[in-house]
């Protein structure tokens, strides 16, 4: 079993940062593949990048690629988002994700619940 909470939403200028934390319970933490998703008001939800279990590995959406960076701390059961050169189009609530594999990460897994984003123009 993993929790997930997620935490460092907020309300932000376009074009400034934020960074958001995604908390993790349980021992198994390190062994899971991490994920970020987000979900605008009206619209599907939709892959923001992953981390493997190593952090060795990272993946991104195209629209957040150069401006987005994942990593992980595992010795404090810990992955992060930081965005920087935020657009009012990454408005959304950011959900963290687990799963065994990243491959997997959307389907099934474990979800946070979610933290909101706004970016304002």
């Known amino acids: 079993q993993v929790q997930l909470v997620e935490s460092g939403g907020g309300l932000v200028q376009a074009g400034g940062s934020l960074r958001l934390s995604c908390a993790a319970s349980g021992r198994t933490f390190s062994s899971y593949a991490m994920g970020w998703f987000r979900q605008a008001p009206g619209k599907e939800r939709e892959f923001v990048g992953a981390i493997s279990w190593s952090g060795g590995t990272t993946y991104y959406a195209d629209s957040v690629k150069g401006r987005f960076t994942i990593s992980r701390d595992n010795a404090k059961n810990t992955m992060y988002l930081q965005m920087s050169s935020l657009k009012p189009e990454d408005t959304a609530v950011y959900y963290c994700?687990?799963?065994?594999?990243?491959?997997?990460?959307?389907?099934?897994?474990?979800w946070g619940q979610g933290t909101q984003v706004t970016v304002s123009s």
């Open positions: 994700a687990a799963a065994p594999s990243i491959a997997t990460l959307a389907q099934g897994g474990y």
